[in-house]
């Protein structure tokens, strides 16, 4: 997908993001995620690195579905620590099956003593089901569906 004006295209989604409420989740016994730069900045880019412009549409796409989700989910799927130095990240992951064949996974994340926060969102898929949902994004958001290859 080739989005004529990016920088607009980025700066409108920014600033829907910065009107996303933090959300109650049951799977953190009620705590509030916030929805953050960090978590914005991770949709966008990767190691600082920006994601092809498909990608990008794509998560955006996906964080649509994101505070109905965590407001209902009771379990999580996995959890991991990490420390650098003196800072300590604390990263869980979400798994909400959409279909048979199609997953969205959520990533919380808590840097030290912090707010749980939005941390990322992606989309998993069987195999079988890849080229069919390139091809609905691609007929429904005029995304390229080469844009959209899953590893």
Known sequence: ???EDWKGYIKNKRDSYKKMKPISCPAFDNEKIYFNRYGFDHIVYKDGIPRPQGEVVKRFKLLEYVPNILGKVQTLSSGEKRTRGNSTAYFWAIQHKVGNLIS??????????????????????????QRRFCEILAINYSVESNLLRFP
Do not use: K
Not at 105 to 124: A, D, K, T, V, Y
């Open 104 to 129: 969205v996974r959520f990533i919380i994340r808590r840097l030290n003593n912090g707010h749980l926060h939005f941390f990322s969102i992606m989309l998993e898929l069987h195999r079988t089901s």
């Open 1 to 3: 997908m080739f989005v």
